[in-house]
C-alpha cells in the first residue's frame, strides 16, 4: 500500500485516541522528542504547563484588571519576579523552592474553583524541575486581559481547512476520494470495507435519509431488477429531485436552528402562530438546492441582503424578489423569546434571548461554544468575555435590548391594500348587522313589557315605566325598590329566559355578522428581523454577563482567534448598520476556517450516523478532535468549490462504498463498536419523526400536503398529547380530541412543535427540547418506548390501518396479503414457515377476540366489532414495532 | 461488568395479582425461563449492558437509594444552618463580598431568619422551627452543612449535583448506580423517577438523563397521576392472550434480525426494553398501588392531609419501589419551587409544610422495616441562598439569592452517621469554611457507601475512562460515615 499523507496530519489524528476529554496534549510528540532511556519527557510549556494555568490560574493572574498578589501568570517570563511577599514564584529546576508549586500543594491555591489534579500538579513539578523552560519565543510584554497565544492559534479548529489530496491505492486506482480517506483509516487500524448491502438494503437505507420515507415495495423491485450499471444513482437523482428530500433534511436545520412553534421562557409558552413561514422557506430552499452561501447570508442578514430597513419591511414583503430574504430572517427570531409574556424581569427576558439567539448563531454556524465567554474568559479555548460581546455586537442593531420588539412587534402583516380593504368593508357589514340584532333584541323586550306591565297595579304603572327608562346607575332609591318589587317585569335583557323564539331569531342574526367576519380575507403575517435606519446602540461587555453592570464599550467583530476581516459597512448605500450582512459574507467566504467544516461534518452525521468530528456544536478543545481530519478539510473545500451545492455534496457521500456499505462486518462491530472508522453502515433507530412518518405511509395513511400552517398539538385525557383539536367544555376542560380530521396525519415536520407540549409519539423517541436549539440528537432505548410501541393508541391504530390497506388491495386472499404487509414492513417476503405461522396466529388472535367481543358487547351504536380485522391489525403492529422496522441498516 | 444473577438475590420479591389474568398471564409468559435465562451473549464478545444485579468490588451497606430532590436551592440559614449573626445586622449593610447571580435585585442588607430553631434529638441538632417533623427524627440523620459546588445558576448548580460537574451530557448519579449495580427485580426499572402532579422540574429529562451511559441506565418516569407510566396497558380486548401472541411474534421478528447483526448492543437493549416493559406492566402497576396500605401507614406519610398527600404518596411509593428492588428513586418536585428569590417568607414554609412530613415518615417507615440501614435517603437541592436581602421591596417581597458556596442537605441511613452535624459556612452562613464537602466527595462517599471506589468506577468511552467524579481530587469523607 502506498499513499501520500501530511505527516503532521498523521500525528496528530493518531494522538486522537490517546486523549480523554480536557487538554489536548496532541502536538507534544511534534517539538520534542522523548528522552533517552525510557524517562518520561520533560512536559512542554504551550501545549501541557500553559493549559493547566489558564485552566486554574490565569483568570484572576492576568486576565482580570486587578492583577492577584500582584502575579502574572500569563507569560512564562512574568514568573520570573516575585510575590508580594518577596518569595520566588518560580526557580526552575527546584519544585519545592517554588512558590507556584508550594501554593498549589498545599492547598492554598486556586482560591476559587476546583483543586488541581495530582496529575496536573504533577505536570508542573515535572516541569519546573527540568528547568520551567519555553519552547516557543514570547512577547516581551502583554496588554491587560486573555491572550491568544501562537499555539492557540495553531489548534486545528481555528486553522483553514486545507485542499486535501486523497491516499492512493495502487490496487484501485479509482476509489472515490471519500472512500481513500476511509480506507486508509480502516487499513491503519486492521480494518477493512464490509460488502456492498443488498439492494433492497440499500434502497430502503438511501431512501429513508434522503426523504425520511420507506421505499415502495415496487420501487425496491424496480431497483432490483435494474440491470443498468448506473441504477443506483438514478434512485439517488430519484429521492433528491422528491419534494420529500426538503421535508426530511429541512428537519435537520430546523434542529440546530432551535424551531418551534411557541415563544417558549415564559410559563405561557405562547404560540408564535406564524413561524411556519420560516419552516417552509427552508423546506424550499432545500428542495431548490440554494446555495447554502446564499442561505446563510439570507438567514443572518436577508433584511440586509433586500436593502430593507423596519420603516420599509411593510411593503418590501409584497415584493416577490425579496419575500424569502426576508422570511429567512426569522432564523434570528427563534431563540425562546418571553418579552411579550409576563415574566418576572423584562430586561432579564430580553437580553436572555439575544445570548440564545448567539448561542444558536455560534453552534449552528461556528460550532463552539462561546456561551459561558459571556460571563467570564473561556477557560479552555481561546475566546474572551470581548470577543463573545464584539460577536454580540454584529447583531445588537438589530436586538437591541434597550429598544426591544416584542415578537408581536416583529410581524409584518401580509395584507394587500386591496385585502385591507376588503376586511374594513366586510367589517363594516358586521358591524351594521350586529346593530340590527340588538335593535331587534330592545324590540321584543320591549313589546313583552307591553304585556307584563299590565300585571302591575296601575298606580304604579307610571313610575314603574320611567324607572325602566332610566339608566340604572342613574335610578333613584324608590325606583331601584320599585324594580325590586316587580323584578320580572323589567324585561331589559334576558329575552332568552322570556322569549326563546324570539331570542333565537337574534341569536341568528348575530351569527350571520360571524360568519361574515370570518370571509375576510385571512391577515398572514411574516416574522422579519430588521434593524431601523440610523439606530445603532452602543455596545457593551456586560461584567458576568449582567446586564446592570456595563463596562466598556465594544465594536462588533468575529472571535479574535478565528481571524476574519473588520465589520464593515459592505455597501455604503444600506440603510442599515450592515453589520450582520459583512459578518454573514465573512462566513460563506469559503476562507472561514469552521463553517463549512461545521456544516459538511453534521450532513455526513446524518448520513453516517456519527460525525468526524463527533461533538458537532463544539469543535473547540473540550469537544472531540476529528476522527478523519482530512476527510473532513477534503468535504469543506468541495463544499465550497460546489458552490456550496448540498444537494452535490450528498451526491458524493451516498454515491460513496463507505455509504453503500452492509451493516455486517463482525471485524468491524469486534474491534470498533462505535464505528469510527466506518468499517460498517451502523445499524440505527430511525429518529422520532421518521418513526411516525414510515409507519403512517406504510399503512397507507400520511397526507403529503406540503407547506402552510401546522397541525395542532392537543393533550388528551390520558395524557397523551396527539395531533387533533382539543374540544373544550365550558369550564375550558378537555373533554375530548378530535381526530377526524385527515390532517392528522400529516408529516411530522408540519405537526405543531410545542415547547412543553411535545407530540407523545415524537417525545417517545427523542425528539428534542429547543432550548433553545438542538445540536445533535441523543437515541435511547428505554422501557416506555417498548410499552408505546406495544399499547399507544397510535401504533395500535396504524396496525390496523395497514391490515385494512392490504385487505383493501388483495382482497380474499390471505396469503398474499401476509405477504405484502410483510414485504410493506420488513422489506422482503416471509419465509414459507413464517407465512403458515402468521396464519395460524391469525387464526388463533382472531378466535381470542372473537370470545372477548362476545363475553363484552359494546354499547348498541357502536360499530360492530370486526375480531378478524382487528386480529390482522394487531399482527400488522407487530410488524411495525419490529426492529428491521424501525432501524435502518 | 460481569453479571451473575445466581449470587443476586432478590431483598422483597412481592408477588402480587390482583390486575386481571390477562397481565398474569403475560407475566408468566415473560417469566418463563427461557427469556429470564441471560440474554445472548453476543457473538464477538463484546461488552453487552443490563440491569441484572451486579456485585460491588467491596459491598458497602447501602444497597438502595431515595433522592428528594428539591429543585430551586432551599435556604439553609432558614432551615439547617441556624445564624445568629443574621438576627443582630439584620438590616444591616453585610461586611463583606457577597458572590450574587442576580445582581438586578441584589441588596447587601443582611436578612436574619424570620424563624427559629430548636436544639433536637439527643444530639442536640438545630433544625428550624419549619420542619418539625424533621426534628423528631434528627437522630437519624446526617446534616451537611457545609456543601459546596461553587458552579452558578440552577442548571449547573442541579448538574454538579446530579452529574458530577456542571456541563451538559453526564450521566445522572442514578444512571450510575444503575449501570453499576443493576437492579433487585428485574420486573421494574432500576432508576425510577417520580414527578410532581404539578409538572417536572426546569430542565426536565435532564434530571435522570443516561448521559454517555448506554440508554438503558436512563431513569423511567413515573407521573403523579394516572395512567402513571403512559401506555402500560393495552385496549382491553387485548389484555392476557392476545398481547402475549403479539409479542411473541414480535420477539420472533425480531430475534431473527439481531442473529443478522451479532454485537449491536442497540439491538439486544431493545429487545430487552420489550422484556422489562411487559414486566413492569404488572409489577409497575402492584408497586404503584397503595390501597394495600395500612391506615397508619397512610396517616404518617401525611396521606390523609390534603397539604401533604401528594408528596406523602410518593415518598410512600419511593419506599415500595426501593422494598421491591429498585436501585434508585429520584423523587422530583416541579419547575424550581424552592427558589426563593422573592416572598420567602410566604413560599418556604409552604414548601416545608407540603415535605416536612412524609420525609420525616419516610425514615421512620424505613427504619421499622429494617431497611434504613441498606437504603440512602437524600434529601437537598443544587444550591442554597445567600445571608442578604433580595427584592429589598417590602418584607413580604423579601427573598435570597442564589448561593452555591456554601449550603446544607441531609442524609440517612445507607451507613451514614445519624444525629450528626457535619461542616460549617462562615458566620453569615455564605461560605462553607469547615470540613467542606464538595459535590464530588459527596458522590465519592456516597459510592463509597455502595461499595464503590469513585476513581475506579468508570465507563470507557473514546479510549478514556470517565468517571462520576472526573478527576477533580474527591475524596470519602469518611467522617460522615458510622
Given at each position: 500500500m502506498k499513499r501520500s499523507t501530511p505527516i503532521r496530519r498523521l500525528l496528530l489524528a493518531a494522538a486522537v485516541y490517546h486523549c480523554a476529554a480536557g487538554i489536548s496534549v496532541h502536538s507534544a510528540a511534534l517539538t520534542q522528542p522523548p528522552a533517552k532511556g525510557g524517562a518520561s519527557p520533560a512536559p512542554v510549556y504551550e501545549t501541557q504547563v500553559r493549559p493547566i494555568l489558564k485552566a486554574h490560574c490565569t483568570h484572576c493572574h492576568g486576565e482580570e484588571p486587578k492583577l492577584g498578589g500582584g502575579v502574572d501568570l500569563r507569560l512564562r517570563h512574568f514568573m520570573d519576579g516575585e510575590t508580594k511577599d518577596g518569595s520566588r514564584i518560580l526557580h526552575p529546576g527546584s519544585p519545592g523552592d517554588s512558590e507556584l508549586i508550594r501554593v498549589i500543594r498545599e492547598g492554598e491555591m486556586p482560591k476559587k474553583g476546583k483543586k488541581l489534579t495530582p496529575e496536573e500538579l504533577a505536570t508542573l513539578e515535572s516541569w519546573v524541575k527540568s528547568g520551567a523552560l519555553v519552547s516557543e519565543k514570547e512577547p516581551d510584554s502583554l496588554p491587560p486581559g486573555p491572550y491568544i497565544t501562537d499555539e492557540d492559534r495553531k489548534f486545528w479548529a481555528y486553522q483553514a481547512a486545507v485542499k486535501q489530496v486523497p491516499p492512493r491505492f495502487e490496487n484501485s486506482p479509482s476509489l472515490s476520494p471519500i472512500d481513500a480517506f476511509v480506507r486508509a483509516k480502516l487499513e491503519e487500524h486492521g480494518l477493512g470495507f464490509a460488502q456492498e448491502a443488498r439492494r433492497a438494503v440499500l434502497l430502503r437505507r438511501l431512501s429513508l435519509d434522503l426523504t425520511g420515507l420507506p421505499p415502495s415495495p415496487e420501487e425496491i423491485s424496480a431497483f432490483e431488477a435494474d440491470k443498468d450499471p448506473a441504477a443506483y444513482s438514478k434512485q439517488v437523482e430519484r429521492l433528491l429531485a422528491s419534494p420529500a428530500y426538503g421535508e426530511r433534511w429541512a428537519r435537520h436545520w430546523l434542529d440546530v436552528a432551535g424551531y418551534s412553534d411557541t415563544n417558549g421562557y415564559a410559563d405561557a409558552d405562547s404560540l408564535r402562530a406564524h413561524a411556519w413561514r420560516y419552516r417552509d422557506y427552508v423546506i424550499r430552499a432545500l428542495n431548490a438546492d440554494k446555495p447554502w452561501n446564499r442561505f446563510i447570508q439570507e438567514q443572518l442578514a436577508g433584511d440586509e441582503l433586500a436593502g430593507v430597513s423596519h420603516g420599509k419591511v411593510g411593503d418590501a414583503v409584497h415584493d416577490k424578489s425579496k419575500f424569502d430574504a426576508l422570511a429567512a430572517t426569522a432564523f434570528l427570531r427563534l431563540a425562546p423569546d418571553g418579552t411579550g409574556d409576563a415574566v418576572a424581569d423584562a430586561n432579564l427576558a430580553r437580553n436572555q434571548n439575544i445570548a440564545d439567539t448567539v448561542r444558536v448563531v455560534s453552534t449552528s454556524l461556528l460550532g463552539l461554544t462561546v456561551a459561558c465567554a459571556q460571563c467570564h474568559d473561556h477557560r479552555y479555548d481561546p475566546i474572551?468575555?470581548?470577543?463573545?460581546?464584539?460577536?454580540?455586537?454584529?447583531?445588537?442593531?438589530?436586538?437591541?435590548?434597550?429598544?426591544?420588539?416584542t415578537p408581536a412587534q416583529r410581524f409584518v402583516s401580509l395584507y394587500t391594500q386591496a385585502d385591507r380593504d376588503k376586511a374594513a368593508e366586510i367589517e363594516k357589514q358586521a358591524v351594521a348587522i350586529e346593530a340590527e340584532a340588538k335593535s331587534m333584541d330592545r324590540k321584543f323586550l320591549d313589546e313583552l313589557f307591553e304585556k307584563k306591565i299590565l300585571e302591575i297595579p296601575e298606580g304604579e304603572r307610571d313610575a314603574y315605566r320611567a324607572a325602566r327608562a332610566t339608566e340604572k346607575a342613574k335610578r333613584s332609591p324608590e325606583q331601584e325598590a320599585l324594580i325590586k318589587k316587580y323584578p320580572s317585569a323589567l324585561s331589559l335583557f334576558g329575552l332568552n329566559l322570556y322569549d326563546p323564539k324570539?331570542?333565537?331569531?337574534?341569536?341568528?342574526?348575530?351569527?350571520?355578522?360571524?360568519?361574515?367576519?370570518?370571509?375576510?380575507?385571512?391577515?398572514?403575517?411574516?416574522?422579519?428581523?430588521?434593524?431601523?435606519?440610523?439606530?445603532?446602540?452602543?455596545?457593551?461587555?456586560?461584567?458576568?454577563?449582567?446586564?446592570?453592570?456595563?463596562?466598556?464599550?465594544?465594536?462588533?467583530?468575529?472571535?479574535?482567534?478565528?481571524?476574519?476581516?473588520?465589520?464593515?459597512?459592505?455597501?455604503?448605500?444600506?440603510?442599515?448598520?450592515?453589520?450582520?450582512?459583512?459578518?454573514?459574507?465573512?462566513?460563506?467566504?469559503?476562507?472561514?476556517?469552521?463553517?463549512?467544516?461545521?456544516?459538511?461534518?453534521?450532513?455526513?452525521?446524518?448520513?453516517?450516523?456519527?460525525?468526524?468530528?463527533?461533538?458537532?456544536?463544539?469543535?473547540?478543545?473540550?469537544?472531540?478532535?476529528?476522527?478523519?481530519?482530512?476527510?473532513?478539510?477534503?468535504?469543506?473545500?468541495?463544499?465550497?468549490?460546489?458552490?456550496?451545492?448540498?444537494?452535490?455534496?450528498?451526491?458524493?457521500?451516498?454515491?460513496?462504498?463507505?455509504?453503500?456499505?452492509?451493516?455486517i462486518n463482525n471485524a468491524s462491530t469486534a474491534q470498533d463498536p462505535e464505528n469510527v472508522w466506518y468499517g460498517r453502515f451502523k445499524i440505527r433507530r430511525l429518529d422520532a419523526e421518521t418513526v411516525r412518518d414510515s409507519m403512517l405511509e406504510v399503512a397507507g395513511l400520511l397526507k403529503k400536503d406540503m407547506f402552510g400552517v401546522p397541525v395542532t398539538a392537543a393533550r388528551t385525557t390520558e395524557g397523551r398529547i396527539v395531533a387533533g383539536v382539543e374540544v373544550l367544555n365550558a369550564n375550558g376542560d378537555v373533554v375530548k380530541v378530535d381526530t377526524s380530521a385527515p390532517a392528522v396525519n400529516r408529516r411530522s415536520i408540519y405537526l405543531q412543535l410545542r415547547r412543553k407540549m411535545p407530540m407523545t409519539v415524537l417525545d417517545t423517541f427523542d425528539l428534542p427540547v429547543m432550548d433553545p436549539n438542538c445540536e445533535s440528537r441523543p437515541i435511547s432505548t428505554v422501557a416506555p418506548q417498548a410499552l408505546f410501541l406495544m399499547n399507544d393508541d397510535f401504533v395500535v391504530q396504524t396496525g390496523r390501518a395497514l391490515a385494512?390497506?392490504?385487505?383493501?388491495?388483495?382482497?380474499?386472499?390471505?396469503?398474499?396479503?401476509?405477504?405484502?404487509?410483510?414485504?410493506?414492513?420488513?422489506?422482503?417476503?416471509?419465509?414459507?414457515?413464517?407465512?403458515?405461522?402468521?396464519?395460524?396466529?391469525l387464526s388463533e388472535q382472531t378466535e381470542s377476540l372473537r370470545d372477548y367481543s362476545a363475553k363484552h358487547p359494546g354499547p348498541k351504536d357502536a360499530p360492530p366489532s370486526d375480531p378478524q380485522r382487528d386480529a390482522f391489525g394487531s399482527l400488522c403492529q407487530a410488524l411495525l414495532a419490529s426492529n428491521r422496522f424501525i432501524h435502518t441498516e | 461488568m460481569n453479571s451473575n444473577s445466581s449470587l443476586c438475590s432478590r431483598r422483597h420479591f412481592l408477588h402480587s395479582g390482583g390486575f386481571g389474568l390477562g397481565g398474569l398471564a403475560l407475566a408468566s409468559l415473560l417469566r418463563d425461563d427461557r427469556l429470564l435465562a441471560a440474554p445472548v451473549k453476543p457473538l464477538l464478545g463484546a461488552e453487552s449492558f443490563d440491569v441484572k444485579p451486579k456485585i460491588a468490588?467491596?459491598?458497602?451497606?447501602?444497597?438502595?437509594?431515595?433522592?428528594?430532590?428539591?429543585?430551586?436551592?432551599?435556604?439553609?440559614?432558614?432551615?439547617?444552618?441556624?445564624?445568629?449573626?443574621?438576627?443582630?445586622?439584620?438590616?444591616?449593610?453585610?461586611?463583606?463580598?457577597?458572590?450574587?447571580?442576580?445582581?438586578?435585585?441584589?441588596?447587601?442588607?443582611?436578612?436574619?431568619?424570620?424563624?427559629?430553631?430548636?436544639?433536637?434529638?439527643?444530639?442536640?441538632?438545630?433544625?428550624?422551627?419549619?420542619?418539625?417533623?424533621?426534628?423528631?427524627?434528627?437522630?437519624?440523620?446526617?446534616?451537611?452543612?457545609?456543601?459546596?459546588?461553587?458552579?452558578?445558576?440552577?442548571?449547573?448548580?442541579?448538574?454538579?449535583?446530579?452529574?458530577?460537574?456542571?456541563?451538559?451530557?453526564?450521566?445522572?448519579?442514578?444512571?450510575?448506580?444503575?449501570?453499576?449495580?443493576?437492579?433487585?427485580?428485574?420486573?421494574?426499572?432500576?432508576?425510577?423517577?417520580?414527578?410532581?402532579?404539578?409538572?417536572?422540574?426546569?430542565?426536565?429529562?435532564?434530571?435522570?438523563?443516561?448521559?454517555?451511559?448506554?440508554?438503558?441506565?436512563?431513569?423511567?418516569?413515573?407521573?403523579?397521576?394516572?395512567?402513571?407510566?403512559?401506555?402500560?396497558?393495552?385496549?382491553?380486548?387485548?389484555?392476557?392472550?392476545?398481547?402475549?401472541?403479539?409479542?411473541?411474534?414480535?420477539?420472533?421478528?425480531?430475534?431473527?434480525?439481531?442473529?443478522?447483526?451479532?454485537?449491536?448492543?442497540?439491538?439486544?437493549?431493545?429487545?430487552?426494553?420489550?422484556?422489562?416493559?411487559?414486566?413492569?406492566?404488572?409489577?409497575?402497576?402492584?408497586?404503584?398501588?397503595?390501597?394495600?396500605?395500612?391506615?397508619?401507614?397512610?396517616?404518617?406519610?401525611?396521606?390523609?392531609?390534603?397539604?401533604?398527600?401528594?408528596?406523602?404518596?410518593?415518598?410512600?411509593?419511593?419506599?415500595?419501589?426501593?422494598?421491591?428492588?429498585?436501585?434508585?428513586?429520584?423523587?422530583?418536585?416541579?419547575?424550581?419551587?424552592?427558589?426563593?428569590?422573592?416572598?420567602?417568607?410566604?413560599?418556604?414554609?409552604?414548601?416545608?409544610?407540603?415535605?416536612?412530613?412524609?420525609?420525616?415518615?419516610l425514615i421512620l417507615d424505613l427504619k421499622q422495616r429494617g431497611l434504613l440501614d441498606s437504603t440512602v435517603v437524600h434529601w437537598g437541592g443544587e444550591m442554597g441562598r445567600l445571608p442578604v436581602l433580595q427584592n429589598d421591596a417590602g418584607r413580604d417581597k423579601w427573598g435570597r439569592d442564589h448561593n452555591t458556596h456554601g449550603f446544607s442537605q441531609w442524609v440517612a441511613g445507607g451507613g451514614f452517621k445519624g444525629g450528626l452535624v457535619f461542616g460549617e459556612t462562615d458566620e453569615w452562613g455564605h461560605k462553607a469554611v469547615k470540613d467542606i464537602v464538595n459535590h464530588y466527595d459527596w458522590h465519592a462517599t456516597v459510592l463509597h457507601c455502595f461499595g464503590f471506589d469513585h476513581s475506579k468506577l468508570g465507563f470507557i468511552r473514546n479510549g478514556g475512562n470517565l468517571t462520576l467524579t472526573d478527576g477533580q481530587g474527591a475524596r470519602v469523607v469518611s467522617e460522615l460515615l458510622a
Open positions: 474572551t468575555q470581548v470577543d463573545y460581546f464584539r460577536l454580540r455586537a454584529i447583531f445588537d442593531p438589530a436586538l437591541d435590548w434597550r429598544k426591544w420588539r324570539a331570542d333565537k331569531l337574534v341569536q341568528e342574526k348575530r351569527a350571520e355578522a360571524t360568519k361574515l367576519r370570518a370571509t375576510k380575507p385571512a391577515e398572514g403575517m411574516l416574522t422579519v428581523t430588521t434593524e431601523v435606519s440610523g439606530d445603532i446602540p452602543k455596545s457593551e461587555l456586560h461584567h458576568r454577563g449582567d446586564h446592570d453592570q456595563l463596562r466598556e464599550a465594544v465594536t462588533p467583530g468575529e472571535l479574535a482567534v478565528l481571524g476574519g476581516p473588520e465589520i464593515q459597512k459592505p455597501d455604503p448605500s444600506l440603510q442599515t448598520s450592515g453589520r450582520r450582512l459583512a459578518y454573514a459574507q465573512w462566513l460563506t467566504s469559503g476562507r472561514h476556517p469552521l463553517v463549512a467544516r461545521v456544516l459538511m461534518n453534521r450532513v455526513w452525521m446524518h448520513h453516517f450516523g456519527r460525525g468526524i468530528v463527533n461533538s458537532p456544536a463544539d469543535f473547540g478543545r473540550l469537544g472531540e478532535l476529528p476522527s478523519h481530519l482530512e476527510l473532513l478539510d477534503y468535504l469543506a473545500v468541495r463544499f465550497v468549490e460546489s458552490g456550496w451545492s448540498l444537494k452535490a455534496m450528498h451526491r458524493e457521500m451516498v454515491l460513496s462504498q463507505t455509504y453503500r456499505q452492509s451493516s385494512e390497506r392490504v385487505r383493501k388491495e388483495l382482497p380474499g386472499d390471505a396469503r398474499a396479503q401476509v405477504r405484502r404487509a410483510w414485504i410493506l414492513t420488513q422489506g422482503r417476503p416471509p419465509a414459507a414457515a413464517e407465512e403458515d405461522r402468521f396464519l395460524v396466529m | 468490588p467491596s459491598p458497602g451497606r447501602a444497597r438502595a437509594m431515595i433522592s428528594l430532590f428539591m429543585m430551586g436551592g432551599p435556604s439553609q440559614m432558614d432551615l439547617f444552618d441556624p445564624k445568629p449573626m443574621l438576627a443582630k445586622y439584620h438590616g444591616e449593610k453585610f461586611p463583606g463580598e457577597v458572590i450574587y447571580d442576580n445582581v438586578a435585585q441584589a441588596s447587601s442588607k443582611v436578612f436574619g431568619s424570620p424563624w427559629t430553631f430548636k436544639k433536637s434529638g439527643q444530639s442536640g441538632m438545630e433544625l428550624s422551627e419549619l420542619l418539625p417533623n424533621l426534628q423528631q427524627v434528627a437522630d437519624e440523620i446526617t446534616l451537611i452543612r457545609s456543601m459546596r459546588s461553587g458552579v452558578s445558576n440552577h442548571l449547573q448548580g442541579m448538574l454538579a449535583m446530579q452529574t458530577g460537574k456542571g456541563t451538559v451530557g453526564r450521566p445522572t448519579f442514578g444512571a450510575w448506580m444503575a449501570y453499576a449495580l443493576g437492579s433487585e427485580t428485574q420486573d421494574l426499572p432500576a432508576y425510577v423517577v417520580l414527578a410532581h402532579p404539578s409538572g417536572l422540574p426546569t430542565f426536565q429529562h435532564q434530571h435522570w438523563t443516561n448521559g454517555w451511559l448506554p440508554s438503558t441506565y436512563q431513569g423511567t418516569l413515573v407521573q403523579a397521576k394516572a395512567p402513571y407510566i403512559l401506555n402500560l396497558d393495552p385496549p382491553a380486548a387485548f389484555l392476557g392472550k392476545p398481547q402475549s401472541r403479539q409479542m411473541e411474534f414480535l420477539k420472533s421478528l425480531n430475534g431473527g434480525h439481531a442473529a443478522e447483526h451479532p454485537g449491536e448492543h442497540d439491538l439486544q437493549a431493545r429487545i430487552a426494553s420489550y422484556e422489562l416493559a411487559g414486566k413492569m406492566q404488572v409489577a409497575a402497576k402492584e408497586a404503584l398501588d397503595l390501597s394495600g396500605e395500612p391506615e397508619h401507614v397512610l396517616k404518617l406519610y401525611g396521606i390523609d392531609n390534603p397539604l401533604t398527600a401528594d408528596y406523602g404518596r410518593r415518598c410512600l411509593t419511593a419506599r415500595r419501589l426501593v422494598e421491591r428492588g429498585v436501585r434508585y428513586v429520584q423523587v422530583l418536585n416541579n419547575g424550581q419551587s424552592w427558589d426563593h428569590h422573592g416572598s420567602i417568607i410566604k413560599s418556604l414554609p409552604e414548601r416545608c409544610a407540603e415535605t416536612d412530613r412524609p420525609s420525616a415518615a
